[in-house]
């Protein structure tokens, strides 16, 4: 480390326990940098696309992950670097924001980072390079909503909404039953969607998954499938038109707040508390009944006697079911969450069609479906199949992709095209605007360009294809005839027409990605020193 | 400059084709380890825990055999997970499961060091599954409309399931016993109305199943050992102390003959409570909790029998044999529905005296009592009855089933072979080497059973190349043989899991090209 010297001699201290401290400064910070930020979207790289690799991750206890979604990748990885830990929160970003191209967003900033290194061996000044990329991005973003479609769908023909859905899931494991999982992802996303104000809440689609079976029988529940079973065992398994009274109050004589003490004394002081008991119980459960409730779903536990009153009044009941279950039942059967006895009401009761259980393999493992809801506002998607957990918790990613995806075709109709199309005509425009620039910006903006080209190029890469000839091939073709839909042909089907393939991408997806990465890099390049505590 | 290392110390990162390496070398040695197990003349394997005690193990069951196995391998996890499965799911072939997945692995291996991409083996081994799917689909049987012929069906499945356990000296005897246990859960697939009851003594033929139902619990004390025509009340109700339930009460006295009242007034409740349970007009009463020794003296004196501590299952078991249904609250003992039995009686099993329920009014539950030579036996044979209770609960659903020693093997191997034929491109290299995989199987039983695998493999293949052929190894002569004269069946929807499952697991390896494994978490030093 550079120290300063008094003119004794003497050092100066500038940081606490500067001795002990480790201090990148200048070229060589940025250098570090650059190669960390490499080091993690080299791991990426074999990822991307639909012939993609997997990854495979042993957590601290051992627990295995198998996957090849980016953002799960980056967060399960444990990274130490600081470097390493901006592009884990860069894939984790468009993770939240777009919920898709989380491995393309990383590949992309390691493409940006990798030419950058080059214009900075050149002498370009890091800032200058910043600024290119800026100008460049913003070129790239303009030129994506120019090529972009607007495709239309309505509830009736939802078709557009499936084929996009599906270039998502091919990337994944679950590619042998795409078009099925695509469609059940469209369906249960237009049945929550509010198509007026063009808004998805995702929170309404719950993602339930049980190993055994076969990933054939996934289906979509209009309703609700709650993990738990009827609190007795002998109440009747299957309910039509139930009415759900829902209760956050436990059926357990009240505890009230305040400290306080009920001493007995005397004999009859005893038998009162006892006789108040039991009139607890007692009202508690013809006040269910009162109200015409047919089922009752409760957050807390039964006492055993509450429980067989219940069952001898022949009101089923489902207890210990969790806060967030809780609340879309009460969406779905469009009944009110009651917290006190004395509250309910016929008009709070929720309503359902049917409630039943049913029970899976050769262990005792029974599930509540609630079907046929009053307000079918909330769904379940139910995963099944899979030899192990890994696949069932790798299903449940790539669906929640494929829900992503299709609201924000909701929310924004345009499309562009995949397959690495939209990153060749990309480049292909930033590269011509690049002569219009005058200054040293103009190298950073054709840097730009070829990084661009870097995602086009593992994707071949990955699909076994010669990744030069084939980008060039594709890039003349799309110069050619000036059309933006050539993309790689990685599933080998013969054309490069995008169109024909039925490849697509969101606009705000691939637009999110370019923008992410372009400031994550310049985040990166004007780091011009790094302090760090070597051991400790 | 050097790369910064990204990751955290101890963590470490394999790639490309060391990652690949790691995971099919992991997940074949987990399959040869349990390669050994399979089959009729299968061998058993000895597990001793490392937790207190050092307990003893013995068994071939490939689920079980896995569990216990500390493995840090990921890949090798990945199969422990895929037999896990098979057993919650189907019940059985949990070695078969493992054992294919990784002569799938083997054959990959092979394909991949003769530079074949991962993806291809993958689309390949995919269309090869499917082939193979369709080819027994187009094989199986259905007699589910006959009943006797199911029947007869079901015993076969039995007898090839129990066939490689240790129960195969008397598999007749025990496949008759689930069977008959199946045939009165009437569809359910809920095992736990089976009860299992192990008693050490005899020898495993002296084994039964009762039509009735068997409490492996004790008759109170001057309570009579014997009722006919018992009603019986089930109840879930605390018969110690009824407590005041409702929060902050409490006992405060001064004196002490106000103790004595409270205390007679809690007598008293008691009291009540038990003339209420009486007044059900009962005379066997079974209780989940505990029965203290004043309620119990009570239920003598009015000559009731008085069982405590019958666990859950016991009680919900209970409550399905005798149809009664399951109390807390005894204040309308009119609309209570009882439980019936014709008779009560104490027996004793070996040295234990059990309660016996005999001539119930609902059969859907029963009781199995095992009895063997030593607990390790009893443990065993416990297994594979539940493997094939399992197998048989599963085939009651779904009737279809297909021959077995090697039998739908071959056959897929046949269709998968054709298709090899007909495809084009590299993919038909996968599909070829998955019929590979497929048929050690066969040649895997018939090592087991040491007989010449190679001859009779081929003798197989051979007889196969005709259409409806019902070849298969049969073990006991040490030949090829007829399946179906020779009575070994197997459950469709088990062979089907099989399959699935285990190209599946193949496929979730083959798409691995990176192991990262994070630094293990830290225990805290405890002083």
């Known amino acids: ?536 | 400059m050097p790369i910064d290392k990204i990751f955290k110390d101890d963590a470490s990162e394999e790639k490309g084709e060391r990652a690949r390496m790691a995971s099919f070398i992991g997940a074949m040695a987990v399959a040869d380890l349990v390669k050994s197990t399979l089959g009729p003349k299968g061998m058993d394997k000895i597990l001793q825990s490392t937790g207190r005690g050092h307990s003893v193990t013995v068994t071939n069951d490939g689920a079980t055999i896995l569990k216990s196995l500390h493995i840090d391998n990921p890949a090798a996890k990945v199969l422990v997970d895929i037999s896990k499965v098979q057993d919650d799911e189907v019940g059985d072939g949990t070695t078969s499961v493992v054992v294919l997945a990784g002569e799938l692995l083997r054959e990959a291996e092979k394909l991949v060091t003769s530079k074949i991409h991962p993806m291809t083996i993958i689309a390949g081994y995919r269309m090869a599954a499917e082939c193979a799917r369709e080819a027994l689909l187009k094989r199986v049987m259905d007699n589910k409309e006959n009943a006797e012929k199911f029947r007869s069906d079901l015993m076969k499945i039995a007898m090839t399931t129990l066939c490689s356990k240790i129960l195969s000296q008397d598999k007749e005897h025990f496949a008759e016993m689930a069977v008959d246990a199946i045939f009165r859960l009437k569809g359910s697939t809920n095992l736990e109305s089976i009860q299992i009851i192990k008693k050490p003594g005899g020898s495993l033929r002296d084994s039964f199943l009762d039509e009735g139902f068997i409490l492996d619990k004790k008759i109170g004390i001057g309570q009579p050992k014997r009722i006919e025509n018992a009603k019986i009340l089930v109840a879930n109700t605390a018969m110690d102390t009824d407590k005041v339930k409702i929060y902050g009460a409490r006992v405060r006295v001064d004196s002490m003959t106000k103790v004595a009242e409270i205390e007679g007034a809690e007598k008293e409740k008691m009291k009540d409570k038990v003339n209420k349970i009486l007044a059900h007009g009962i005379n066997c009463f079974v209780n989940r909790q505990l029965i203290y020794n004043f309620p119990e003296e009570l239920f003598a004196d009015a000559g009731v029998l008085a069982i405590e501590h019958a666990d859950f299952e016991g009680i919900e078991r209970l409550g399905l044999v005798t149809g009664g249904e399951i109390a807390s609250t005894f204040d309308n003992p009119e609309s209570v529905k009882l439980g019936h039995c014709k008779l009560i009686e104490e027996i004793m099993i070996g040295e234990d005296k059990l309660i016996h329920f005999s001539g119930v009014a609902m059969g859907q539950a029963c009781s199995i009592v095992l009895r063997g030579a030593s607990h390790h036996v009893l443990d065993e044979a416990e297994r594979s009855l539940h493997d094939a209770l399992c197998v048989l609960s599963q085939t009651v659903n779904d009737s279809r089933v297909l021959l077995g020693g090697g039998w739908p093997e071959m056959v897929m191997a046949k269709e998968v072979d054709e298709l090899a034929r007909k495809t084009a491109g590299k993919k038909s290299h996968a599909i070829e080497a998955f019929s590979r995989a497929l048929v050690a199987i066969p040649t895997t039983i018939a090592d087991n059973a040491g007989l010449d695998s190679a001859e009779l493999v081929a003798q197989l293949r051979a007889k196969h190349h005709n259409e409806g052929c019902n070849a298969g190894i049969d073990v006991i002569s040490g030949a090829v043989g007829d399946m179906e004269e020779r009575g070994i069946y197997e459950a469709f929807k088990v062979k089907q899991a099989v399959l699935l499952s285990a190209t599946e697991a193949a496929e979730m390896i083959l798409r691995v090209d990176e192991i990262i494994t994070c630094a293990p978490r830290r225990r805290e030093d405890r002083m």
């Open chain 1, 1 to 536: 480390m550079a120290l300063a010297f008094d003119e004794f001699g003497r050092p100066f201290i500038i940081l606490r326990e500067q001795d002990q401290k480790t201090r990148l400064r200048g070229i060589d910070a940025q250098k570090a940098n650059i190669a960390a930020g490499k080091a993690v979207a080299r791991i990426l790289r074999s990822s991307l696309g639909p012939k993609g690799m997997d990854k495979m991750l042993q957590g601290p206890d051992g627990d295995v992950t198998i996957t090849n979604d980016g953002a799960t990748i980056l967060e399960q990885m444990d990274v130490d670097n600081q470097i390493a830990k901006l592009m884990v929160e860069l894939s984790r970003s468009q993770d939240y924001e777009i919920g898709d191209g989380t491995t393309g967003v990383v590949v992309m900033a390691g493409a940006l980072l990798e030419q950058a290194e080059r214009q900075l061996d050149r002498g370009i000044h890091p800032i200058r390079i910043a600024e290119g990329y800026e100008m460049a991005s913003r070129v790239a973003v303009e030129h994506l909503e120019r090529i972009s479609q607007k495709f239309e769908f309505d509830v009736n023909n939802y078709e557009p909404l499936v084929q996009t859905c599906m270039t998502t899931l091919s990337s994944k494991i679950v590619n042998r039953c795409k078009r099925s999982l695509a469609e059940i992802a469209v369906k249960a996303v237009l049945a929550v969607a509010d198509l007026e104000r063009r808004d998805v809440n995702l929170d309404l689609i719950k993602v339930e998954g049980k190993v055994g079976g076969n990933l054939e029988d996934t289906e979509l529940i209009y309703g609700i499938l709650v993990d738990k079973d009827m609190s007795h065992p002998q109440m009747p398994k299957q309910i039509e038109d139930a009415h759900i009274a829902i209760l956050t109050c436990p059926f357990e004589p009240p505890k009230p707040k305040t400290k306080h003490k009920v001493d007995i004394d005397t004999v009859e002081k005893f038998e009162t508390l006892r006789k108040q008991e039991q009139q607890y119980f007692d009202e508690m459960v013809q006040k269910c009944k009162d109200v015409g409730a047919t089922l009752v779903i409760c957050q807390w536990g039964f006492d055993d006697e509450a429980n067989h009153l219940l069952m001898h009044r022949n009101l089923p009941a489902v207890r210990w079911v969790g806060g967030v279950e809780l609340e879309l039942i009460a969406i779905a059967t469009g009944g009110r969450i009651v917290p006190r006895f004395q509250e309910l009401t016929p008009e709070k009761l929720g309503k359902a069609g049917m409630v039943r259980e049913k029970s899976f393999g050769t262990t005792k493992e029974r599930m509540l479906y609630i079907e046929h809801c009053a307000n079918s506002k909330a769904v379940t998607i139910f995963i099944r199949g899979g030899s192990n957990k890994m696949m069932i918790e790798e299903t449940k990613r790539s669906i929640h992709d494929a829900l992503c995806v299709a609201r924000n075709l909701i929310r924004n109709k345009s499309i562009v095209y995949g397959g690495g199309a939209a990153e060749i005509a990309c480049s292909l425009a930033v590269d011509a605007a690049a002569d219009k620039y005058p200054g040293v910006e103009q190298y950073a903006i054709r840097a730009f360009a070829e990084a661009l080209d870097s995602v086009p190029m593992a994707l071949a890469e990955n699909s076994g294809l010669q990744p030069i000839e084939t980008l060039s091939a594709v890039k003349s073709q799309q110069l050619k005839e000036n059309i933006p839909f050539y993309g790689i042909d990685c599933n080998d089907v013969g054309t490069n027409d995008m169109r024909e393939q039925n490849v697509f991408e969101t606009l705000i997806g691939k637009q999110q990605q370019i923008l992410l990465a372009t400031q994550v890099v310049k985040m990166i390049l004007k780091i011009d020193d790094v302090i760090s505590n070597s051991e400790y």
